[in-house]
C-alpha cells in the first residue's frame, strides 16, 4: 500500500486566519529551526509540554528529535515561509511508537499561533500517518495542574481511559482514520479524539498533549 506521508511530502495549507504555512516531515537539518522555535515558547509553555522549567534544548535533544526514521518515530512540522525562502517554525506534532499499535503522541504550537487552527491541521495529519504505519491508539500526557485540564476531559467525556500519578495525567483514545488530506474545515465528527480537537480548536484547552520523555527531556535530578 502506497504511503501518503513520505520524505517527499510537503503540504501548503491556509489557517482559518489566512495564514499561509507549508508542512513537511522532520528531517536532521531542521535542528536550528526547532531550536529556534522552542526559543520563541513563553515560560508557561515550556512548562506545560515539559513538566519543568526547561531554557534550551540540548544537542543531544536535537539530535533525538531530528534524526529519526520517520517510522517508529514520526514527526511532522508546520512553519512559515518568508520572502527570501527561509522558514520560520511555527508547529511540530509526533508520535513514537511503544508497543504493537500503540505510540506516544504530541503537539506543541507556538504561543502566537495557538487559536488558529495549526494544531488541529497538524493533529488531522499525525493521526493519518499513524493508521499509515499501524497505530491504532494513542497514549498522551498532561500536568493535572494545567488550568484547562477539567475543559479538557470533559471534551473527551466518558469514552476514555485515565491514569493520575504524580500530578500528570495519563490517557489512552483510539486514533480515527482520517484522510490524509482532509481538510480543517471538515466538520468533525463524533467520537473521542474529535472532542478533543474540537476543545483544542475553540481554545477550551492549551493544545500541548506533552510527554516529557518524548520530547527528550529530564527532569532535574533530586
Known amino acids: 500500500m502506497s504511503r501518503h506521508f513520505t520524505f517527499d511530502y510537503e503540504e501548503r495549507a491556509t489557517l482559518r486566519d489566512g495564514t499561509p504555512i507549508v508542512m513537511r516531515l522532520l528531517r536532521p537539518e531542521d535542528k536550528q529551526l526547532l531550536r529556534e522555535g522552542f526559543e520563541r515558547l513563553s515560560p508557561e509553555s515550556r512548562y506545560t509540554r515539559f513538566f519543568s522549567p526547561k531554557q534550551a534544548l540540548s544537542d543531544d535533544e536535537l539530535h533525538y528529535l531530528c534524526d529519526i526514521d520517520q517510522e517508529n518515530h514520526f514527526a511532522i512540522g508546520a512553519a512559515r515561509e518568508l520572502e527570501d525562502g527561509t522558514r520560520v517554525g511555527l508547529g511540530i506534532a509526533r508520535f513514537i511508537k511503544i508497543a504493537d499499535g500503540v505510540a506516544e503522541a504530541a503537539v506543541a504550537v507556538a504561543d502566537e499561533m495557538q487559536g488558529r487552527g495549526l494544531g488541529r491541521l497538524l493533529f488531522l495529519r499525525l493521526c493519518a500517518a499513524a493508521r499509515e504505519r499501524g497505530i491504532t491508539t494513542f497514549q498522551c500526557e498532561v500536568l493535572g495542574s494545567n488550568a484547562s485540564m477539567k475543559h479538557l476531559l470533559d471534551a473527551l467525556g ?29 466538520p468533525a465528527p463524533e467520537g473521542p479524539m474529535y472532542r478533543l480537537l474540537r476543545a483544542a480548536s475553540e481554545n477550551a484547552s492549551d493544545w500541548t498533549v506533552a510527554i516529557r520523555n518524548l520530547w527528550g527531556a529530564r527532569t532535574p535530578k533530586e
Open 158 to 186: 466518558v469514552e476514555r481511559e485515565v491514569t493520575v500519578s504524580q500530578g500528570v495525567v495519563s490517557f489512552d483514545l483510539q486514533v480515527p482514520e482520517i484522510l490524509p488530506t482532509e481538510p480543517i474545515s471538515t
